[in-house]
Protein backbone atom coordinates (compact mmCIF):
# COMPACT_ATOMS: atom_id res chain seq x y z
CA UNK A 1 0.00 0.00 0.00
CA UNK A 2 1.62 3.58 -1.19
CA UNK A 3 1.37 6.27 0.83
CA UNK A 4 0.51 9.72 -0.16
CA UNK A 5 3.51 11.54 -2.04
CA UNK A 6 3.51 15.13 -2.93
CA UNK A 7 5.85 16.80 -5.03
CA UNK A 8 8.09 18.61 -5.40
CA UNK A 9 9.03 18.73 -1.81
CA UNK A 10 10.46 22.46 -2.04
CA UNK A 11 9.57 25.61 -4.85
CA UNK A 12 11.23 28.89 -4.72
CA UNK A 13 9.43 31.40 -6.61
CA UNK A 14 9.02 34.94 -7.76
CA UNK A 15 5.54 37.09 -7.14
CA UNK A 16 3.51 37.17 -9.90
CA UNK A 17 4.19 33.95 -11.11
CA UNK A 18 2.03 30.65 -11.36
CA UNK A 19 2.79 27.35 -9.53
CA UNK A 20 1.14 23.77 -9.69
CA UNK A 21 2.06 21.61 -6.84
CA UNK A 22 1.24 17.66 -7.21
CA UNK A 23 -0.39 14.82 -5.24
CA UNK A 24 -0.55 11.48 -5.16
CA UNK A 25 -3.71 9.58 -3.05
CA UNK A 26 -3.04 6.69 -0.84
CA UNK A 27 -4.27 3.81 -2.49
CA UNK A 28 -7.50 2.58 -2.51
CA UNK A 29 -8.74 6.52 -1.51
CA UNK A 30 -11.05 8.69 -3.91
CA UNK A 31 -10.92 12.20 -1.70
CA UNK A 32 -8.28 14.45 -1.78
CA UNK A 33 -7.98 17.83 0.71
CA UNK A 34 -5.11 20.55 0.13
CA UNK A 35 -4.61 22.61 3.45
CA UNK A 36 -1.99 25.61 3.79
CA UNK A 37 0.33 25.69 6.78
CA UNK A 38 1.59 28.89 7.79
CA UNK A 39 4.39 29.00 9.73
CA UNK A 40 3.49 28.59 13.27
CA UNK A 41 0.13 28.07 12.49
CA UNK A 42 -2.29 24.82 11.89
CA UNK A 43 -3.19 23.87 8.32
CA UNK A 44 -6.29 26.02 6.79
CA UNK A 45 -8.03 24.02 4.23
CA UNK A 46 -8.28 24.95 0.88
CA UNK A 47 -10.71 23.08 -1.26
CA UNK A 48 -11.30 19.27 -1.47
CA UNK A 49 -11.77 16.88 -4.31
CA UNK A 50 -13.92 13.35 -4.84
CA UNK A 51 -14.89 11.71 -8.11
CA UNK A 52 -13.37 14.72 -9.76
CA UNK A 53 -15.20 17.56 -8.68
CA UNK A 54 -14.62 20.06 -5.93
CA UNK A 55 -16.68 19.06 -2.67
CA UNK A 56 -16.28 22.03 -0.65
CA UNK A 57 -13.93 24.78 -0.27
CA UNK A 58 -12.15 27.19 2.28
CA UNK A 59 -12.06 30.97 2.42
CA UNK A 60 -9.30 31.23 -0.13
CA UNK A 61 -9.45 33.06 -3.33
CA UNK A 62 -10.11 31.98 -6.70
CA UNK A 63 -6.73 31.93 -7.77
CA UNK A 64 -6.49 29.08 -5.80
CA UNK A 65 -7.95 26.45 -8.23
CA UNK A 66 -7.77 22.34 -8.52
CA UNK A 67 -8.18 19.55 -10.39
CA UNK A 68 -8.70 16.03 -9.54
CA UNK A 69 -8.06 13.12 -12.01
CA UNK A 70 -9.77 9.17 -12.63
CA UNK A 71 -6.53 8.33 -11.20
CA UNK A 72 -7.76 10.07 -7.69
CA UNK A 73 -4.35 11.99 -8.18
CA UNK A 74 -4.78 16.00 -7.81
CA UNK A 75 -2.72 19.24 -8.32
CA UNK A 76 -3.15 22.78 -6.66
CA UNK A 77 -2.85 25.50 -9.17
CA UNK A 78 -1.89 28.75 -7.71
CA UNK A 79 -1.83 32.40 -9.87
CA UNK A 80 -0.38 35.74 -9.41
CA UNK A 81 1.59 34.42 -6.31
CA UNK A 82 1.53 36.86 -2.92
CA UNK A 83 4.28 36.75 -0.62
CA UNK A 84 1.54 35.85 2.03
CA UNK A 85 1.58 32.47 -0.23
CA UNK A 86 4.77 31.32 0.57
CA UNK A 87 3.77 28.11 3.12
CA UNK A 88 3.88 24.23 3.64
CA UNK A 89 1.34 23.14 1.04
CA UNK A 90 -0.56 19.86 2.35
CA UNK A 91 -2.22 17.24 0.40
CA UNK A 92 -4.57 14.64 2.59
CA UNK A 93 -6.14 11.37 0.73
CA UNK A 94 -9.39 9.89 2.60
CA UNK A 95 -12.20 7.70 1.40
CA UNK A 96 -15.38 9.54 1.17
CA UNK A 97 -17.40 10.63 4.64
CA UNK A 98 -16.98 12.49 7.47
CA UNK A 99 -16.27 9.16 9.45
CA UNK A 100 -12.48 8.92 7.47
CA UNK A 101 -9.20 9.57 8.88
CA UNK A 102 -6.95 11.57 6.93
CA UNK A 103 -3.29 10.72 5.39
CA UNK A 104 -1.35 13.00 4.85
CA UNK A 105 1.63 13.88 2.62
CA UNK A 106 5.20 15.47 3.52
CA UNK A 107 4.03 18.27 1.68
CA UNK A 108 5.43 21.28 -0.62
CA UNK A 109 7.26 24.04 0.97
CA UNK A 110 7.07 26.87 -1.23
CA UNK A 111 8.50 30.15 -0.95
CA UNK A 112 7.42 32.99 -2.73
CA UNK A 113 9.71 36.27 -3.23
CA UNK B 1 -17.78 29.07 12.32
CA UNK B 2 -16.02 26.53 13.82
CA UNK B 3 -12.97 27.87 16.39
CA UNK B 4 -10.50 25.66 17.93
CA UNK B 5 -8.28 26.44 21.01
CA UNK B 6 -5.65 24.49 21.94
CA UNK B 7 -4.09 24.48 25.17
CA UNK B 8 -1.10 25.06 26.39
CA UNK B 9 0.78 26.37 22.94
CA UNK B 10 4.05 24.88 24.10
CA UNK B 11 5.06 22.26 26.64
CA UNK B 12 8.51 21.09 28.04
CA UNK B 13 8.40 17.88 30.57
CA UNK B 14 11.28 15.42 31.57
CA UNK B 15 10.66 12.27 30.15
CA UNK B 16 8.79 9.75 31.79
CA UNK B 17 5.89 12.15 33.01
CA UNK B 18 2.19 12.01 32.13
CA UNK B 19 0.88 14.60 29.88
CA UNK B 20 -2.60 16.12 29.04
CA UNK B 21 -3.26 18.02 26.20
CA UNK B 22 -6.61 20.25 25.65
CA UNK B 23 -8.32 21.01 22.96
CA UNK B 24 -11.34 22.92 22.81
CA UNK B 25 -14.14 23.98 19.79
CA UNK B 26 -16.98 25.72 19.49
CA UNK B 27 -19.18 24.09 17.20
CA UNK B 28 -20.25 20.81 18.73
CA UNK B 29 -21.91 19.96 15.83
CA UNK B 30 -19.36 17.79 14.49
CA UNK B 31 -19.09 14.37 13.00
CA UNK B 32 -15.75 13.41 14.34
CA UNK B 33 -12.35 14.34 15.98
CA UNK B 34 -9.06 13.67 14.68
CA UNK B 35 -5.59 13.76 16.46
CA UNK B 36 -2.32 14.23 14.75
CA UNK B 37 1.15 14.83 15.08
CA UNK B 38 3.58 16.81 13.09
CA UNK B 39 7.31 16.59 13.21
CA UNK B 40 9.23 19.83 11.95
CA UNK B 41 8.21 21.39 8.21
CA UNK B 42 6.94 17.66 7.89
CA UNK B 43 3.33 16.36 7.33
CA UNK B 44 0.71 15.45 9.61
CA UNK B 45 0.39 12.07 11.35
CA UNK B 46 -2.86 10.50 12.22
CA UNK B 47 -2.88 9.36 16.13
CA UNK B 48 -6.39 8.85 17.09
CA UNK B 49 -9.97 9.38 15.27
CA UNK B 50 -12.89 9.76 17.70
CA UNK B 51 -15.96 9.57 16.41
CA UNK B 52 -18.79 11.85 17.55
CA UNK B 53 -21.05 8.69 19.04
CA UNK B 54 -17.89 7.76 20.96
CA UNK B 55 -16.18 9.34 24.04
CA UNK B 56 -12.76 7.70 24.14
CA UNK B 57 -10.34 5.79 22.15
CA UNK B 58 -6.39 4.37 22.87
CA UNK B 59 -3.86 2.82 20.89
CA UNK B 60 -0.37 2.32 22.64
CA UNK B 61 0.71 5.13 25.12
CA UNK B 62 -2.06 7.36 23.52
CA UNK B 63 -5.62 7.67 24.60
CA UNK B 64 -8.41 10.46 23.67
CA UNK B 65 -11.31 11.71 25.06
CA UNK B 66 -14.28 13.61 23.23
CA UNK B 67 -16.94 15.28 25.30
CA UNK B 68 -18.69 16.63 22.27
CA UNK B 69 -21.89 18.90 24.04
CA UNK B 70 -18.82 20.81 25.98
CA UNK B 71 -16.97 21.28 22.90
CA UNK B 72 -13.47 19.39 24.37
CA UNK B 73 -11.13 16.97 23.66
CA UNK B 74 -8.36 15.61 25.46
CA UNK B 75 -5.07 13.25 24.74
CA UNK B 76 -3.19 11.68 27.55
CA UNK B 77 0.26 10.60 26.73
CA UNK B 78 1.59 8.02 29.11
CA UNK B 79 4.89 7.64 30.26
CA UNK B 80 6.35 10.06 28.07
CA UNK B 81 9.51 9.51 25.74
CA UNK B 82 11.57 11.67 23.92
CA UNK B 83 10.60 10.60 20.81
CA UNK B 84 7.21 12.26 21.73
CA UNK B 85 8.87 15.57 20.85
CA UNK B 86 7.01 16.95 18.27
CA UNK B 87 3.73 19.42 17.47
CA UNK B 88 0.16 18.03 18.18
CA UNK B 89 -3.07 18.98 16.38
CA UNK B 90 -6.36 18.50 17.34
CA UNK B 91 -9.15 18.67 14.29
CA UNK B 92 -12.89 18.63 14.70
CA UNK B 93 -14.86 17.93 10.99
CA UNK B 94 -18.03 18.80 10.02
CA UNK B 95 -20.34 20.62 7.14
CA UNK B 96 -18.35 19.53 4.12
CA UNK B 97 -16.23 17.19 5.42
CA UNK B 98 -13.78 20.24 6.34
CA UNK B 99 -11.46 19.57 9.31
CA UNK B 100 -10.66 22.98 11.00
CA UNK B 101 -7.25 23.01 13.07
CA UNK B 102 -5.99 24.28 15.96
CA UNK B 103 -2.61 26.01 16.54
CA UNK B 104 -1.31 23.29 18.02
CA UNK B 105 0.83 22.39 20.86
CA UNK B 106 4.36 22.09 21.11
CA UNK B 107 5.95 19.08 23.16
CA UNK B 108 9.24 19.01 24.49
CA UNK B 109 10.48 16.06 26.46
CA UNK B 110 13.30 16.20 27.94
CA UNK B 111 15.86 12.83 28.41
Known amino acids: ETGVTQSPTHLIKTRGQQVTLRCSSQ?????VSWYQQALGQGPQFIFQ???????GRGNFPPRFSGLQFPNYSSELNVNALELDDSALYLC????????????FGSGTQLSVL | KQEVTQIPAALSVPEGENLVLNCSFT??????LQWFRQDPGKGLTSLLL?????REQTSGRLNASLDKSSGRSTLYIAASQPGDSATYLC??????????FGTGTRLKVLA
Open chain 2, 91 to 100: APVSGTYKYI
Open chain 1, 27 to 31: SGHNT
Open chain 2, 27 to 32: DSAIYN
Open chain 1, 49 to 55: YYREEEN
Open chain 1, 92 to 103: ASSTQGAGEKLF
Open chain 2, 50 to 54: IQSSQ
